[in-house]
């Protein structure tokens, strides 16, 4: 099929930051491929959506959907093909699939947990891209988008895991620009603040800035289409990362050591 609008792939598009994407994109006349665990969410977000090139819900089966776990990564690759082959090819993939909980080094059952944690915001962000690399360097074009965190500026508390894997994958998208930078693919990482997800409602402190998923997906649809290499979102988020960022080790200990802790998975009734 030829695509009327951008052909973007999305993961983690069942709820949340993800499927306020996939509707930001779908309103603009994208074709879509949503990938997610929840096969039945799936579906009824579809439905909800317009056609591409259109304005109306007339045939929703112009989009994809492909139900599974990003950490199997051979089903990204089946999904990726069947995508492409559909499509006609890809402008945009998002990986936008995480997960968030508190983990604590000296408590040996959070270990899984840290480990599933690199594994889903991680190595998952990596299995995303990697099928469809060979069709946009063949394109001459095309976008990887890695959703990283303000939470991988610094350290947190009770959040090493979390931190940590946010603070991987900012790296690791700019390795990949620099890579692909001779292939014409462009890769931009964007870094949410506190979005209102089922993931941060879980949150028992307070959120400052916090946001809701579609103006978030708004902006960051912007930033993708603008060329921008780093992006956090909101703005306000990014005056406060940057300072962080410069922020005395020592100043930093002492305002941070006490700071509000995510709650740990085996404290969680409904884990992300």
């Not at 199997?72 to 998002?94: Q, S």
């Not at 962000?125 to 095309?142: K, L, N």
């Not at 289409?225 to 020592?250: E, K, N, T």
Request: some cysteine.
């Amino acid at each position: 099929m030829a695509a009327a609008g951008p052909r973007v792939f999305i993961t983690g598009a069942s709820s949340g930051i993800g499927a306020a994407l996939a509707a930001r994109y779908a309103a603009d006349g994208a074709t879509l491929g949503l990938f997610a665990r929840r096969e039945a969410v799936l579906q009824e977000l579809v439905a909800t959506l317009p056609s591409p090139g259109t304005a109306s819900r007339i045939s929703p089966a112009a989009h994809r959907t492909y139900p599974g776990d990003v950490c199997d990564h051979a089903a990204l690759a089946a999904a990726a093909r069947d995508f492409i082959a559909h499509a006609g090819g890809i402008d945009i993939v998002i990986a936008s699939a995480g997960i968030s909980h508190g983990t604590l080094t000296e408590v040996p059952e959070d270990l899984p947990v840290f480990e599933s944690i690199i594994a889903t915001n991680v190595t998952a962000t990596v299995a995303t891209f990697a099928p469809f690399i060979e069709t946009m360097r063949a394109q001459g074009h095309g976008t990887l988008v890695g959703i990283a965190s303000v939470a991988g500026v610094r350290g947190l508390p009770g959040g090493g895991g979390y931190s940590a894997s946010k603070a991987a994958v900012v790296t690791y998208c700019e390795s990949l620009r620099l890579e692909m930078r001779r292939h014409g693919i462009r890769v931009v990482t964007i870094a949410p603040g506190y979005i209102d997800t089922p993931m941060t409602q879980q949150n028992r402190y307070h959120m400052p800035f916090l946001m809701t998923p579609e103006r978030f997906a708004a902006r960051a649809v912007r930033a993708i289409g603008g060329g921008v290499r780093y992006r956090v979102i909101p703005w306000q988020m990014g005056v406060v990362a940057r300072l962080l960022r410069w922020l005395p080790d020592a100043l930093y200990d002492l305002a941070f050591a006490r700071a509000p802790r995510k709650a740990r998975k085996s404290m969680s009734r409904n884990a992300p």
